[in-house]
């Protein structure tokens, strides 16, 4: 039955995906699984405040059931009543071992902070929510800018695609190269450790073709970013000022390209629309549209006027 139904979700066309992702796969699947994980880790550690993320759903009644404040983290944007609804219901029967009943207040734990400034998305207002401005780890800290690092994007606009660690082997490849290599464009395409460069044929003379490379070394170069709009690449071209070709494949993806839509730093490609010239205009109109780029820089400064970690932590302290 639950193959089924999730046969029955990639049968879906891609923008209702999300609603019924989030509920049966980390609700009705993942969640009873990581109960079982965390149970020995609660009666060990004993911990005196418990921190999540939003998928994450087995940590809140577990603590809620222990009594230890519990604070979720957003990692993308606020989800509608329907999908909470949806999700509530399908982890009952994990708040129900713990002698609980599961609401929309208990949900997201004590506090449920918020990634996206007012300015892109607003949290849900029926749950005790705070935003915080994410912060990034990307592994720039522990290895050296590359070589070429220094010269993307200096000469000529930069354009970084990549479509992170999972959604790579579903990314239109062949028209991106295509449409990016017609452009006097310098590029960087990170197509992750799935995908072999070397396998995925000929990609133009002005574009660079690496498995991994932090996105910090490369973002702040970038005049357009091109992504699946994933929630950290997302966040790190916003907060780069970067306008961004939005080509989303799945989960939260949709939802965070038709927001940097309507805020006007961003172009949605529908899966009709990923050929090569159509690929080939949209990168021209962001490297030339001042009203995008203006839009963005507004962003940027939206992102960083967000409290810092460091100010939330006196919130925080006052759960414990």
């Given at each position: 039955m639950l193959l089924d139904r999730l046969a029955h979700v990639r049968d879906l066309p891609p923008r209702e995906?999300?609603?019924?992702?989030?509920?049966?796969?980390?609700?009705?699947?993942?969640?009873?699984a990581m109960r079982d994980d965390l149970i020995d880790v609660y009666s060990v550690v004993k911990p005196d405040l418990v921190i999540h993320e939003f998928a994450e759903l087995a940590a809140a009644p577990m603590a809620k059931a222990r009594g230890i404040p519990c604070v979720c983290v957003g990692f993308s944007n606020a989800i509608s009543d329907s999908v909470q609804t949806a999700v509530e219901a399908s982890v009952a029967p994990v708040w129900e071992l713990e002698g609980l009943q599961v609401s929309t207040e208990t949900l997201n734990g004590?506090?449920?902070?918020?990634?996206?400034?007012?300015?892109?998305?607003?949290?849900?207002?029926?749950?005790?929510?705070a935003?915080?401005?994410?912060?990034?780890?990307?592994?720039?800290?522990?290895?050296s800018p590359p070589e070429w690092a220094d010269s993307f994007g200096k000469d000529r606009p930069g354009v970084y695609v990549t479509f992170g660690t999972e959604m790579s082997p579903r990314a239109p490849w062949a028209a991106l190269f295509e449409a990016l290599s017609e452009l006097d464009v310098?590029?960087?395409?990170?197509?992750?450790?799935?995908?072999?460069?070397?396998?995925?044929?000929?990609?133009?003379p002005n574009i660079r073709v690496e498995q991994y490379v932090p996105q910090s070394f490369v973002i702040d170069r970038a005049d357009v970013v091109v992504s699946h709009a994933g929630a950290g690449t997302v966040i790190g071209a916003a907060t780069a000022g970067a306008v961004q070709l939005c080509i989303p494949i799945?989960?939260?993806?949709?939802?965070?390209?038709d927001l940097l839509s309507d805020a006007n730093v961003g172009v949605v490609l529908e899966p009709e629309e990923r050929d090569a010239d159509t690929i080939r205009l949209s990168t021209q109109r962001l490297l030339v549209d001042e009203t995008m780029r203006s839009s963005a820089e507004v962003l940027c400064d939206h992102f960083a006027s967000m409290p810092h970690p460091s100010q939330i932590a006196a919130s925080i302290d006052q759960l414990v």
């Open positions: 995906r999300r609603a019924v992702q989030l509920p049966i796969v980390f609700g009705e699947v993942t969640a009873p004590d506090l449920l902070l918020h990634p996206f400034p007012a300015h892109l998305d607003t949290p849900r207002s029926d749950v005790p929510s935003p915080m401005r994410p912060m990034s780890f990307d592994g720039a800290s522990l290895t310098d590029v960087v395409a990170t197509v992750g450790s799935q995908l072999d460069p070397a396998l995925l044929g000929p990609s133009g799945a989960a939260d993806q949709w939802d965070n390209a």
